[in-house]
């Protein structure tokens, strides 16, 4: 299985959610691509949930290394001029949210080079838009 991970079911795992379970299960058995998006909001969700006093700062660095060598194994995509002018369009399920058409934008360029390519994620809006795309949404 190949999937996209976005950040919501990147960070559930991350958090240790309710849902990280079956997240976690998939990422062990697929083969990854991420945005450097995901990173990005990742980090800054540990980084906020640190400042609120949400998280530790202890734990908020155990969980940045525990992503940083897990998303070492992943395909990242970059935030190319391809991607930013796919997300400044309209998708099928709008409204959009800025960060949500980057993501989307982001599969979409990486479903171009990996077939087969299904949408990790645990938003309700990007799960809804990916099925309009044509993508596979896990968890199913």
């Known amino acids: 299985m190949n999937l996209y ?20 299960d998939l990422l062990g058995n697929a083969t990854v691509v991420a945005s450097e998006l995901t990173l990005i909001e990742c980090d800054r969700a540990l980084l906020r949930g640190a400042a609120l006093g949400h ?7 155990e969980r940045h ?3 940083a060598s ?21 998708f099928p399920a709008e409204p959009i949210r800025t960060l949500d058409a980057v993501h989307l934008a982001s599969a ?5 080079a990996i077939p087969g390519l299904e949408i990790l994620s645990l938003d309700d809006r990007i799960r809804r838009a ?7 949404v896990q968890p199913a």
Request: aromatic share 6%; proline share 3%.
């Open 70 to 90: 897990t998303a070492a194994h992943w395909h990242l995509f970059r935030l190319t001029p391809d991607v930013v002018t796919r997300a400044r369009q309209r």
């Open 55 to 61: 998280l530790k700062e202890a734990d908020a660095a």
């Open 108 to 112: 979409l360029a990486a479903r171009s």
């Open 65 to 67: 290394a525990h992503l």
């Open 130 to 136: 990916g099925a309009q795309l044509g993508f596979a």
């Open 5 to 24: 991970a976005e950040s919501s079911a990147v960070l559930a795992w991350l958090l240790d959610e309710p849902e990280s379970a079956a997240v976690r």
